[in-house]
């Protein structure tokens, strides 16, 4: 919502500028890291991460939320296929849960794709987007969270916040965010800290194929949101391709 009077990257940057501070003061309860595996991970997580949140609030601002958010959760296709090359040994309705999620995100865009819609095509186009950015964020955040979940954040948010800062400096300004924005931006950053921290956690303590796919399961909650909220209805074909997406993400879990 705020993306819709405010520039994304200054709604991602703010955001994330607040959430480093939280970080920071929390630091000096983090255990010591047994080493320095998680500093490349962290770095690539803040950059991909930052580019598809832009990505995704841009989607969010153009379309509709009930089709942007289950085309991003195609994401977790990256860290389910890194799992697989790694080793792990997912159930085959897992598998066929990727086909099926993906089915079901191309009938959800297929009605903003046709036509004179300018203004829709951008919102699924940013949205695959982001599903790629937030696909790789994942999977740095998994192989960071090896030797440090929360220098892994840490170092995440280090990186995107400098990015934007030299951003703003080079264009002179914050994209017009105001004092009155803060408490939102606040709050938003937290969300986005705490659930990319719990995904570290996770990556933890069961398989990366498994605890990705759940952690895509956002959208859910994103639609439902948008249908109390603001009411939005889906054509028919969208809606089927909406939950087709979330039952790919359902047997990928079930598997």
Known sequence: MLSRRLPSAAVVGVSQ?????????????????????????????????????VCFYRALAFGTVGVVSPISALAVS?????????????HT????????????????????LRGEQPVKQQAVWFALAAAVGFGVTMLAIARGSASSTMLTMVGMRSTSVIGFVVAAIVLRTVGGVAASDLPKLVLLGLGDVSANALLGFATTM?????????????????????AVLLHERLKPVQLAGVLLAFAGVALIAAG
């Open 93 to 112: 309705l897992q598998l066929a849960g990727i086909v099926v999620a993906f089915a079901g995100a191309v009938m959800a865009s297929g009605p903003e």
């Open 206 to 226: 069961d398989l990366l194929s498994v605890t990705a796919v759940l952690s895509a399961l956002y959208p859910v909650v994103t639609v439902g949101l948008a």
């Open 78 to 90: 990256i860290p389910v296929v890194a799992g697989l090359l790694a080793g792990e040994q997912p």
């Open 17 to 53: 500028a607040c959430s480093l501070v939280l970080l920071l003061a929390v630091l000096p309860f983090v255990p010591a890291s047994a080493g320095w595996g998680w500093l490349g991970w962290s770095v690539l997580a803040g950059a991909a991460g930052s580019l598809a949140l």
